[in-house]
């Protein structure tokens, strides 16, 4: 299926797919917008907005009825895009807020805050809904929702949703005047507890990521 075809009148706006595809397809076309960095003052806000109206997607993927599948194994969707160009300009244009501190899954008791990267974490949600949307645009569309909705409850779904809760964060403390800790310098792939994170965290104040982050405190 075509562009084209995606976007035809002749498709029923009111359908289900339709509206998680334009959702979806909406979100990749935005966040591949803001890595070009074009408009690097106004990044975390257009995330934060790009994200919730992701997550409102998936909700609806989540509420659904489970999907089954037209055939029982997934048709090659051939090769994934490389996303490693995107994922390091918006390295480069969230610093210095890209690492962030995220608890995994807030129902296993005792777990540490590990580091994560919004950055790596867009990333990887891309590659999710990509998956899916090559289905789509393929005329599978039942294969393309399977995809989605498994994906949303296996991955895309908590790491777009940690990921919002750091952009979150990011615009209420510079909205709100609060102090930011500084999680530079921390290796993600290490499992830090709350001790080392709060050791090696320093503190940056809001005034100098407001400017170039497009965010203004309140006054």
Known sequence: ???????????NPDD???????????????VTEVAKGDEPDSAVP???LEVSQLMLAGGRLGAHEDIVPDERYEPDPGPELDVDEIRENLARILDPVDVYSEVFDPYEP???????????D??????????????????RTTEALWWWQFSYFSNWGS???ATLRALQSVVAHVRLNQPLAELDGLDTDQDLGDDALES??????VQEIAGPLGLRPVT
């Open 1 to 11: 299926m075509s562009d084209a075809t995606l976007h035809a009148t002749d498709q």
């Open 16 to 30: 289900f797919a339709v509206q998680i595809a334009d959702q979806i397809e909406s979100f990749l076309v935005a």
């Open 46 to 48: 257009f995330l934060l």
């Open 110 to 120: 005792r777990k540490a805050p590990v580091p994560a990267r919004i950055s790596d």
């Open 122 to 139: 867009l990333t990887d949600v891309i590659t999710d809904l990509r998956h899916g949307m090559v289905h789509y645009k393929a005329g």
């Open 159 to 161: 790491t777009a949703s």
């Open 200 to 205: 090696e965290a320093g503190r940056v104040m």
